[in-house]
């Protein structure tokens, strides 16, 4: 572990983070990959290998995952995490919300956007927590608005981020209700900020009129 955190890249201009799935040439298998890249490049500065989310509060998250370090010839994987801040204009992060399943099946990408988001101007809050009904650990996200509890993803991990949204994958619990037992069901989130459009400047001229009402 490093005595202090190290800032990757010039704290002046903002990286771009993509969480993607490539094919790993050792294994041969698809693995999921963070990338961080400055823009207007393709080159990414650092990556680290099967990252998972681990903490995600208002604008701020953590990934953590494995960081290929090559030694003299010969491939050494560390431990690394990353907290990542996002770019917005508002203090307070807002997200938009599409949930991706129904019933525990997988809807379409241009399916579910083409709704329009289940919810919006919401907060985002992801942490490790006993759940009861689990009877064990697991990392919980939770979709908040105006301090009320909307939606609750349990196992949660991220999908994929690319440069407009990012995807929360997980399961949804659903309590006991008449003669159905209680279920966990596969869900999803596509993730989004929502910034608000800025207000149009009224030109002078219409101020001078205004104000002579």
Same mark, same amino acid.
């Given at each position: 572990?490093? @005595?202090?955190?190290?800032q990757?890249?010039d704290?002046?201009?903002? %990286?771009?983070?993509?969480? !993607?799935?490539?094919?790993? +040439?050792?294994?041969?298998?698809?693995?999921?990959? *963070?990338?961080?890249?400055?823009?207007?490049?393709?080159?990414?500065?650092?990556?680290i290998?099967? @990252?998972?989310? !681990?903490?995600?509060?208002?604008?701020?998250f953590?990934? /953590?995952?494995?960081?290929?370090?090559?030694?003299?010839?010969?491939?050494?994987? *560390?431990?690394?995490?990353?907290?990542c801040?996002?770019?917005?204009?508002?203090?307070?992060?807002?997200?938009? !919300?599409?949930?991706?399943?129904?019933e =525990?099946?997988?809807?379409?990408?241009?399916?579910?956007?083409?709704?329009?988001?289940?919810?919006?101007? /919401?907060?985002? &809050?992801? /942490?490790?927590?006993?759940? #009861?009904? %689990? =009877?064990?650990?697991?990392?919980? *996200?939770?979709?908040?608005?105006?301090?009320?509890?909307?939606?609750?993803l %349990?196992?949660?991990?991220?999908?994929?981020?690319?440069? #407009?949204?990012?995807?929360?994958?997980?399961?949804?619990?659903?309590?006991?209700?008449?003669? &159905?037992?209680?279920?966990? %069901?596969? +869900?999803?989130?596509?993730? #989004? @900020?929502?910034?608000?459009?800025?207000?149009?400047?009224? @030109?002078?001229?219409?101020?001078?009129?205004?104000?002579?009402?």
């Amino acid at each position: 572990m490093l @005595p202090v955190a190290e800032q990757i890249g010039d704290p002046g201009y903002p %990286l771009e983070l993509a969480v !993607v799935e490539v094919t790993d +040439q050792g294994q041969r298998r698809p693995t999921r990959v *963070a990338r961080l890249i400055p823009p207007g490049t393709r080159v990414a500065v650092a990556e680290i290998v099967a @990252p998972k989310l !681990v903490w995600f509060n208002n604008d701020k998250f953590v990934l /953590s995952g494995e960081d290929c370090l090559v030694r003299e010839r010969r491939t050494m994987h *560390a431990s690394q995490s990353w907290l990542c801040q996002f770019d917005l204009p508002c203090k307070e992060a807002l997200f938009k !919300v599409w949930t991706s399943h129904q019933e =525990g099946v997988e809807m379409s990408r241009h399916r579910v956007l083409n709704a329009g988001p289940n919810f919006t101007s /919401s907060s985002i &809050a992801v /942490s490790s927590v006993m759940h #009861e009904q %689990l =009877g064990r650990h697991t990392t919980q *996200a939770l979709i908040k608005r105006a301090a009320t509890t909307h939606l609750t993803l %349990l196992d949660c991990d991220i999908a994929w981020m690319s440069e #407009e949204r990012f995807c929360l994958t997980g399961f949804q619990h659903y309590p006991e209700g008449g003669q &159905a037992p209680a279920r966990l %069901l596969k +869900q999803g989130w596509f993730c #989004e @900020p929502d910034v608000p459009d800025a207000i149009p400047a009224i @030109p002078e001229r219409l101020l001078r009129k205004m104000s002579l009402r």
